[in-house]
């Protein structure tokens, strides 16, 4: 069977929730599993130097707009919630807690909606109960505290940079890297075809 197409994000990443909206489909029409990983962003950038997009020098302003217009595009709600960048600590932790499966990816995408489809702030830990709860998920606030679910999120993230991943969407499909939301027409063409 073929391998599933590696997804990191980080849920402050707006191009991350628009990903988070295709990547699936796009696995689905190549008979391709998605084996999603949140990870810290705010740690690759620490060995990469970067600092948010909207935080730099004309970048920003073209970045801000540019997620809404890629949402138009794609038919995907975005409101870019007022506390940006935020620290997607408590929805990371909750993803590993559950275990990473089909309920983790519910929540992930429930999260992602949250902040940028409705603007809502998803940074304290009784928001993203919150939407656990809605899911039929109890015990999240003492399930992230746990060390082991805390060890979890930090071994991911210290892999993920070890293997060169940097930014949020981030793909990898058979060990071809691709990065960002508008690699997905090539991620679906290297599907295809088998790469080239």
């Given at each position: 069977m073929a391998k599933p197409i590696d997804f990191y994000f980080d849920f402050s990443s707006p191009y991350g929730y628009l990903a988070s909206t295709q990547i699936d489909d796009l696995a689905k029409r190549h008979k391709r599993d998605v084996a999603w990983h949140p990870f810290l962003l705010g740690a690759a950038f620490k060995v990469t130097g970067q600092k948010p997009l909207v935080e730099q020098p004309l970048r920003g302003a073209y970045h801000a707009h540019d997620f809404m217009r890629s949402a138009r595009l794609l038919g995907v709600p975005f409101r870019l919630p007022e506390k940006f960048p935020f620290f997607g600590l408590a929805a990371s932790r909750?993803?590993?807690w559950l275990g990473g499966g089909?309920?983790?990816k519910q929540l992930a995408k429930s999260v992602f909606h949250a902040a940028f489809g409705e603007a809502r702030d998803v940074t304290p830990i009784p928001a993203v109960a919150a939407l656990a709860r809605d899911l039929g998920v109890e015990g999240l606030e003492q399930g992230?505290?746990?060390?082991e679910t805390k060890e979890k999120l930090r071994v991911v993230t210290d892999q993920a940079i070890a293997e060169g991943i940097f930014g949020s969407?981030?793909?990898v499909v058979d060990g071809e890297a691709f990065w960002g939301h508008d690699r997905l027409a090539q991620v679906d063409r290297w599907l295809?075809?088998?790469g080239w």
């Open positions: 909750a993803f590993y089909d309920k983790a992230i505290e746990l060390p969407p981030f793909f295809a075809t088998g």
